[in-house]
């Protein structure tokens, strides 16, 4: 495992950021240093007969799911053939009125892969304080009308989700992190206990969604899958 894991992941986080605030949120530019990320570091851990595709590493996949043709963020593939697929959202602003939208998005989004026998992984990254813009006529982001501070409300229901019982809507594994962003603009992760957060929800948070934990989980579903 990189041992410079989590410091990567913040230097790639910060590109699309970057890339984000000069591109804006419909190019799909802000995507290609985070996805890129994690494509590569996923296939460092796997042995021969593996590759991977994704927005900077060949091109994004797309698959016949079993409700819907769906183009995925990253797949990774046995001898050719596609075992396991990794689905990333990084939500920058505006969370709290599309949280559930996103979770439901998530549960069809895996049923309609899990159905055909194909793996798939979900990271998660949210802001521990998140900017709530007014999208008012003639302005590109709209003026900031509040910081929205994340809550156990906010991630119970991935918790419960990571607890249920292996349906089809739930991903083989599940990751997150929370990040704020320090005065020079780079991405840091969140002090948990500042939010307020259950013990139980921090412990889950440090370990089950840790980005160690997600890395090696994922890599261990592809040797399963291959």
């Keep these: 495992m990189n041992k410079n894991l989590k410091k990567d992941f913040l230097i790639a986080l910060k590109k699309s950021f970057w890339a984000y605030n000069k591109y804006g949120a419909r190019s799909n530019k802000k995507l290609i240093p985070i996805h890129s990320w994690f494509a590569k570091e996923i296939i460092s851990g796997l042995g021969s007969g593996y590759s991977v595709r994704s927005l900077g590493c ?17 797949t990774i593939f046995y001898t050719q053939k596609p075992i396991v697929t990794l689905s990333f959202k990084f939500v920058t602003s505006n969370y709290a ?26 990271f998660l990254i949210l802001r521990g304080h998140t900017p709530y813009y007014d999208k008012a006529a003639g302005n590109k982001r709209g003026k900031l009308k509040k910081i929205e501070i994340l809550s156990e409300h906010h991630i119970k229901k991935y918790v419960k989700l990571f607890k249920d019982l292996d349906f089809p809507h739930k991903p083989d594994v599940l990751g997150m992190a929370i990040i704020d ?12 206990e500042d939010l307020g957060l259950e013990e139980e929800t921090i412990k889950i948070l440090e370990n089950d969604f840790s980005i160690k934990t997600f890395i090696r989980k994922v890599r261990a579903l592809c040797d399963l899958k291959s």
């Design 58 to 74: 060949d091109g994004e996949y797309k698959m016949e799911g079993k409700y819907y043709e769906k183009t995925l963020d990253i």
């Design 97 to 122: 009125q599309n949280s559930n939208n996103y979770f439901e998005n998530l549960l069809g989004e895996t049923a309609n892969i899990r159905r055909i026998g194909v793996g798939f992984v979900h």
């Design 181 to 192: 962003f320090d005065k020079r603009g780079n991405p840091i992760f969140t002090d948990l």
